[in-house]
């Protein structure tokens, strides 16, 4: 059995609509990318899954149990870590409180994470632990939020675009984090315009655009695959 | 001047700046807690304020003694903080993902019902607590003489700043606290219990003003009204500090303590208009208060909280030409039959219709809540008055300048205005109406200060038409008011009233399409406060006297409730709000006392109920069964023209 499912999602911004039955599967262990254009609804999925923006029908399953039209906080409880577009860390909050704040005491996970822990896969943290949310880089910042999100301990991590506009050393640093944290018996869903860092990180893809699925395979298909590159990625 | 360089007087006044600041931090500081975490910005925390003043004032009455007055200080908060928790969860709570307008409306309902429950139990007149005989008396500092309590007041707000600041940085539930502030989204991601979250920081918020409110009320009186005189003060000093933000509330709290204080010593006749002043002249400079920054529009799904939108469907139909005359035809017919009370009423309802139309062009059609109507309202008013009485003008020429001098006014606090969105819009209309009121108030030479302008002279019409008679002034204003609205609906329903409306849908997108929001929405301010300076110039001429008291911001709000009682996203429903309004006003005052339980229960009904106004549900219920019978819808209504 998959780990997260989607089944026919539909969702809807006000009146305007923007998945259209959309339906993924990921099993447990795997990092599985999701690949589309600017505006192609890649957001809009994960915000759908953690219950930020709840699906208008169709259904969300995680371990099996339907999670959709829980409120974002019970799907976070449930085991899904949502890491956001743009890396929205807290700006007022130091590094520590940041992480601080996502700490999760009831639950009892056999191995949970902790801040020290946290701090020997991001090591930079450690050394900005004084400072505040706003005076990271960007490259700081997504590692912040990447760090925050497992401070829930999830078992499954939904990171949204996390290369987009830093420097191409810090993403190749960033594809060696996702692959350690996968180590760690994280499943991931990765949102990304871009092709070459899902190659370095991730078994299957999607292809979404306009709001609906139009391609499933291994990557080794996809990066074979010229037609799908061209038609729906900018390649 | 040298009286400055006294020790003794130095000393005086410092504290009792000090205790001013102290009183305002207490109750900012939890008025601007919550609006930071609920983006609420509370209308009613004044009034839990005046809860914390009557209960210390209850509880003292058994309670003697220090213990007892001691443990009233600490129970009066702990019961408001419990009223608080049945308002968040009771009412709040179910209208988060509304507009931030319906918030801040049914806390302005809570106001109303508030004050007159507080009449109905405790009394309307002035309550005095009792102070235990340790702090009762006046110690002497440097040669002054200062009550004991004062130091106790000055001494006890610092320590719940300290004890503030503990909880926020030292507590994990505190870091949250200030995580939810900045990104309430990322929070419910991170598996925090928003509701939970809610309900907790509302209650600490009010348990904040009623120790505000306890701790004020031995030093100073309470009466049901402290709560409506208090949160203004309140709102100034949190919109200066920057809403949302604790440090910006400190600073606030001593800047207008301050303020306050020399203001009386050194210009006493302005000292109210400095803190508008102050404000104004802040959010200028800075328009999202000294500590504060921009706020993010919030989309509607952000504030979803994992619930449903309810969607407040706007009219899909516009009434035929024809059946719109029906009412002009009653509006001419009626008040020949009726008495001249009647005819008088029917004026007022004239009067309050064309404000509330106009007041809708910015609400409905733009999307601006507007806190600031008097001013222009005042402004056509005292424009009548003052010509009427000053020089020999006509009454149709001095009406007829009314709109324009209430245009200009309108256009320079636009300006300002206009650059902000929200409840910094809001609170800033507020603002500059105040300050219009404190000038008008003050300037006893000119305006005639508190007595106003009595005896307006009625002048009859060009042609010798006399204006004179309850009637005849009538048919004037029906005139005037027809011609008014009328051009209001076209300018509605124009391409420009279409481009305002896709503002107030989404004013990023209408950047984009490369409308110039900010012209747009001046323009629109303007106008609405052209023909807002007309139903002022009306009600002078109708009146024959005015006050100051007509540009007071509880004048502002009639428009609001208007609009909201018979709904935003009509043109008729603010006419129809008006009707309401003033019949019910004009019975429930000879029937009640308490006219503002009443409005207040009305105004929540509104909001829990029917967001769409009473002409929106008309509509709805209309359209479902016309779509039965043909025949009416097809009569009556012309095709469909989207809201
Ligand atoms: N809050 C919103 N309200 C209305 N429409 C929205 C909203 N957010 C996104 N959209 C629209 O939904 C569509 C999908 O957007 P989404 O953010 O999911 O795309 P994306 O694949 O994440 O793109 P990007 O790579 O730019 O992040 C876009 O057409 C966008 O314009
Ligand atoms: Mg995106």
Redesign the pocket.
């Known amino acids: 059995m998959a780990l997260l499912t989607l089944d026919s999602v539909n969702t809807y911004?006000?009146r305007?609509h923007?998945l259209f039955d959309v339906s993924l599967a990921v099993e447990k262990g795997e990092v599985v990318a999701l690949l589309?254009r600017?505006?192609?609804?890649?957001?809009?999925t994960f915000r759908s899954i953690i219950g930020l923006t709840p699906p208008m029908s169709g259904e969300v399953r995680f371990k099996g149990e339907k999670v959709n039209g829980l409120r974002a906080f019970r799907i976070c409880r449930r085991g899904i870590g949502f890491v956001p577009?743009d890396r929205r860390c807290f700006p007022d909050l130091t590094v520590r409180e940041n992480l601080e704040v996502a700490v999760r005491r009831e639950k009892n996970t056999v191995d949970p994470w902790t801040v020290e822990r946290v701090y020997a896969l991001f090591p930079r943290l450690q050394e900005r632990e004084k400072n505040l949310g706003s005076q990271l880089s960007g490259g700081e910042q997504q590692m912040l939020t990447i760090a925050r999100t497992l401070m829930t301990n999830p078992e499954m991590l939904l990171l949204d675009?996390p290369s987009e506009g830093l420097a191409p050393l810090v993403v190749a640093l960033l594809a060696d984090m996702i692959l350690q944290i996968r180590k760690e018996g994280v499943t991931v869903l990765l949102?990304e315009?871009n092709l070459n860092f899902c190659a370095k990180v991730s078994d299957r893809g999607y292809v979404i655009d306009k709001g609906s699925v139009k391609y499933e395979g291994t990557m080794k298909n996809l990066l074979a695959d010229d037609e799908v590159k061209e038609k729906y990625l900018a390649v | 001047m040298a009286a400055f360089f006294d020790v003794s007087f130095l000393t005086v006044q410092v504290l009792s700046a000090l205790r001013q600041a102290a009183f305002l931090f207490l109750i900012s500081s939890g008025l601007t807690l919550v609006f930071g975490v609920l983006n609420i910005l509370n209308f009613a925390h004044g009034s839990l304020y005046m809860l914390g003043a009557y209960f210390i004032y209850a509880l003292t009455l058994h309670l003697t003694g220090p213990a007892g007055f001691v443990i009233a200080l600490l129970a009066a908060p702990l019961g408001v903080a419990l009223v608080a928790v049945v308002i968040e969860m009771g009412l709040l709570r179910r209208i988060y993902i509304q507009e931030e307008i319906y918030q801040l409306l049914l806390t302005y309902a809570l106001v109303l019902i508030i004050h007159d429950m507080a009449k109905i139990v405790f009394g309307p007149e002035f309550k005095s607590i009792p102070k235990p005989r340790a702090i009762g008396g006046a110690v002497t500092i440097f040669g002054g003489t200062v009550p004991v309590y004062t130091l106790v007041v000055v001494v006890l707000a610092p320590l719940v700043a300290l004890l503030l600041w503990y909880l926020l940085y030292r507590t994990r539930t505190g870091k949250i606290v200030r995580a939810t502030s900045s990104d309430r989204e990322m929070a419910d991601a991170l598996g925090i219990n928003m509701s939970a979250l809610f309900t907790l920081v509302f209650a600490f918020g009010a348990m904040l003003a009623g120790f505000g409110g306890a701790l004020a009320g031995p030093a100073r009186t309470v009466f049901p009204s402290v709560g409506t005189e208090v949160i203004i003060e309140c709102f100034v000093v949190v919109v200066i500090g920057g809403l949302g933000n604790l440090w910006g509330a400190l600073v606030g709290s001593l800047l207008i303590g301050t303020l306050e204080t020399v203001g009386i010593i050194v210009f006493p006749e302005f000292e109210m208009s400095f803190i508008y002043l102050l404000m104004v002249v802040v959010l200028i400079l800075r328009p999202w208060g000294l500590f504060g920054r921009p706020l993010k529009v919030k989309?509607l799904?952000e504030k979803n909280l994992g619930m449903e939108a309810q969607e407040i469907s706007p009219v899909h139909f516009s009434v035929r030409p024809l059946v719109r005359m029906i009412p002009l035809v009653l509006l001419l017919i009626v008040p020949l039959f009726a008495g001249r009370y009647y005819q008088y009423l029917l004026t007022q309802i004239l009067i309050a219709s064309l404000m509330a139309v106009a007041f809708n062009l910015l609400l409905g059609t733009t999307g601006l809540l507007s806190f600031g109507q008097a001013a222009f309202y005042g402004a056509g008013a005292y424009t009548v008055g003052l010509l009427a009485t000053k020089t020999g003008i006509g009454s149709l020429s001095s009406l007829l300048l009314a709109p324009l001098v209430a245009m200009v006014v309108a256009g320079i606090i636009g300006f300002f205005c206009i650059r902000l969105s929200g409840v910094h819009f809001a609170m800033l209309t507020l603002a500059f109406g105040q300050l219009v009121f404190a000038i008008i108030y003050k300037w006893y030479n000119f305006t005639g200060g508190d007595n106003g302008i009595q005896g307006i002279p009625v002048r009859p019409l060009p042609g010798g038409i006399d204006i004179g008679s309850n009637l005849s002034m009538y048919y004037f204003a029906l005139a005037a008011v027809a011609v008014a609205v009328e051009i209001l609906r076209r300018i509605r329903s124009s391409p420009f009233g279409a481009t305002l409306k896709a503002i107030r849908e989404n004013n990023q997108r209408a950047e984009y399409l490369g409308v110039n929001v900010k012209l747009y929405q001046w323009t629109a301010f303007v106008i609405a406060g052209a023909f807002t300076g007309l139903a002022g110039g009306l009600y002078a001429l109708m009146e024959k006297s005015i006050s100051p008291d007509i540009i007071l911001w509880t004048k502002s709000a009639e428009p609001v409730l208007m609009t909201i009682i018979g709904g935003i996203y009509s043109f008729a429903g603010p006419a129809v709000g008006a009707v309401v309004f003033i019949v019910l006003n004009s019975y429930l005052v000879a029937w009640t006392e308490n006219w503002a339980l009443v409005l207040g229960l009305i105004l929540l009904a509104m909001v829990l109920m029917l967001p769409g106004g009473a002409v929106g549900f008309v509509n709805e219920k209309a359209r479902g069964a016309f779509g039965k019978m043909g025949w009416v819808r097809r009569w009556a209504f012309s095709k469909s023209g989207a809201s």
């Open positions: 911004y006000g305007s923007i589309g600017n505006g192609a609804g890649k957001s809009t577009e675009e949102a315009q | 989309a799904a």
